[in-house]
């Protein structure tokens, strides 16, 4: 089992710039890929980006491209999320995940999630 839990939420201007972390424990992240996700209030769950375990490869929603960066210390045992260019429209909860895949997307179901944080953004 794998324990997360987010951490680096709060409230910020429109246009500055957050980092969100995650700390995992119970077992080591190396070898799982390490996913953000997101829920604004009344909208479903929505897909922020992952980094794999094989290769570091990323991937990222349309929405985030260009302004959010993931990454990760497996030394630490933990990952990030680098916020930059914030918009009111990324007020969300923010979830962090993990599973086995290689890769994941949208369409993925991770195997492990935090409780997430609240990130806000006043225009």
């Known amino acids: 089992q794998v324990q997360l839990v987010e951490s680096g939420g709060g409230l910020v201007q429109a246009g500055g710039s957050l980092r969100l972390s995650c700390a995992a424990s119970?077992?080591?992240?190396?070898?799982?890929?390490v996913a953000w996700f997101r829920q604004a209030p009344g909208k479903e769950r929505e897909f922020v980006g992952s980094?794999?375990?094989?290769?570091?490869?990323?991937y990222y929603a349309d929405s985030v491209k260009g302004r959010f960066t993931i990454s990760r210390d497996n030394a630490k045992n933990m990952g990030y999320l680098q916020m930059s260019s914030l918009k009111p429209e990324d007020t969300a909860t923010y979830y962090c995940?993990?599973?086995?895949?290689?890769?994941?997307?949208?369409?993925?179901?991770?195997?492990?999630w935090g409780r997430g944080t609240q990130v806000t953004v006043s225009s």
């Open positions: 119970g077992r080591a992240i190396t070898t799982y890929t």
């Open positions: 995940a993990a599973g086995g895949q290689l890769r994941i997307t949208e369409a993925s179901m991770p195997n492990y």
């Open positions: 980094l794999s375990w094989v290769g570091g490869s990323t």
